[in-house]
């Protein structure tokens, strides 16, 4: 039996880095594009993100939670380049990008793929490292291998030889975009250059990928058990087509099964919720949670990430030693050693974000980094002093000796 699907999105990601010298001017960029608005977020009408993530969490990601209606009031007021000045000063800034006009692709006239992009998010904080987030849907079907096929080819349709019309048969159909370099040229103009992001070996070319799904409750129920669909689960948790023959090894994989019909999976290219409509919450309640309160705990672990090489190349370039040291003890009080959300599964699923990105690994390499240098800025400040006490020592010697030499006179 052919799987078919109730509901489903993607989010593709892609993550980069401004300058931080420049990231003021980039917020102001933002600020001037009409297609930008700003995201406030407030507790009346985001309750869900503002009870899910701890308060040290909610005040670096979601400031705005902060800023009484006179605050916002006067901040929408300021001109652009003060307002820059001030957001650049929190620790992210989230904007919603508004396309005209639908985006729309299939893979050919009779049986193509047709999708379209509701909603773009620019997640940025204020080290220079963002994320492009851009919300796909796919339409007028509902064949679970259709939403196999789109996420293994959009996700790379940002490489360098990739060809909209050509490439995997999907090309888009609507004035917006129409061929891949059109799209490309989107990114690249909210994104700006790649130099930094190519500094700390983030995979340009490549989306990461944040899909929910939820299969008709016939593909899987307690008559017909997930063992029945597991192949198709497998292909969905590493972003493969649908007719891919690969086996994967359970180490290559975390998954969070609490739930009867439903199963969150983490790889390093990506996150899945895969479930059944046999329960009415994974196609009311779950696809809002996890395209909100889920997505933002990973972009936070892909932050963490990021941040952590950032601080791991200045330590091994020598650089800015001393502002580097001090922005590495920030992060560590603000955000390491504190938790990010107290809900359950909120928490087991940013631990195993942590093991999948390996982020516990680049911390303590950091961290030696840091304590190799702070030895030897300890080292080189104790030389410093003992030569300076030596030329006292000596100073005060001849001195002395001069005034003896004064008294036999």
Same mark, same amino acid.
């Given at each position: ?36 608005? &700003? ?7 985001? @309750? ?29 007021? @300021? ?273 195993? &974000? ?37 030329? @006292?020592?000596?100073?005060? @010697? ?12």
């Amino acid at each position: 039996m052919e799987l078919k699907t109730k509901y489903q999105y993607t989010y593709f990601i892609y993550p980069y880095v401004v300058k931080e010298s420049r990231y003021t001017k980039y917020l102001l960029k933002l600020l001037k594009d009409e297609n930008c608005k &700003l995201r406030i977020f407030k507790k009346d009408k985001d @309750l869900d993100i503002y009870s899910y993530f701890s308060h040290r969490a909610r005040d670096y990601m979601f400031n705005s939670f902060n800023l009484s209606k006179t605050k916002l009031a006067k901040l929408e007021e @300021l001109p652009l380049d003060t307002k820059a000045a001030i957001l650049a000063k929190n620790g992210c800034t989230i904007f919603e990008y508004t396309i005209k006009k639908d985006i729309q692709g299939s893979t050919s006239e009779k049986s193509g793929i047709f999708f379209k992009i509701p909603k773009i998010e620019i997640i940025c904080f204020n080290t220079g490292i963002c994320f492009l987030c851009i919300k796909t849907n796919i339409e007028d079907s509902n064949r679970f291998s259709d939403l196999l096929n789109f996420n293994y080819k959009f996700r790379d349709i940002n490489q360098e030889y990739s060809n909209m019309n050509n490439y995997d048969n999907i090309r888009v159909q609507t004035d917006c975009f129409s061929d891949v370099k059109y799209f490309k040229e989107f990114i690249q103009n909210l994104t700006g250059s790649n130099v930094e992001s190519m500094k700390l070996d983030i995979d340009t070319e490549r989306f990461l990928t944040y899909s929910y799904v939820c299969i008709d409750q016939e593909n899987w129920n307690n008559n017909n058990e997930f063992e029945k669909i597991r192949d198709s689960y497998i292909k969905f948790l590493n972003i493969l087509s649908s007719d891919n023959s690969i086996n994967f090894s359970r180490e290559e994989m975390k998954v969070i099964s609490k739930w009867k019909y439903a199963k969150l999976g983490l790889t390093k290219q990506g996150v899945t919720l895969f479930s059944s409509s046999c329960d009415i919450n994974n196609y009311t309640i779950f696809p809002q949670e996890f395209q909100e309160q889920y997505l933002y705990t990973y972009i936070l672990a892909l932050y963490t990430k990021i941040y952590l090489k950032k601080i791991n190349l200045e330590f091994r370039e020598g650089t800015n030693i001393k502002k580097t040291r001090k922005e590495f003890i920030k992060f560590t009080q603000t955000l390491w050693i504190n938790e990010v959300t107290s809900e359950d599964t909120g928490s087991l699923f940013y631990q195993y &974000l942590k093991e999948v990105l390996e982020i516990n690994n680049i911390y303590f390499d950091t961290k030696n980094k840091y304590d190799i240098l702070y030895k030897e800025l300890n080292i080189e400040k104790n030389s410093k002093t003992n030569v300076l006490i030596v030329i @006292l020592l000596l100073l005060a @010697l001849v001195f002395n000796m001069l005034n003896i030499g004064f008294f036999f006179d």
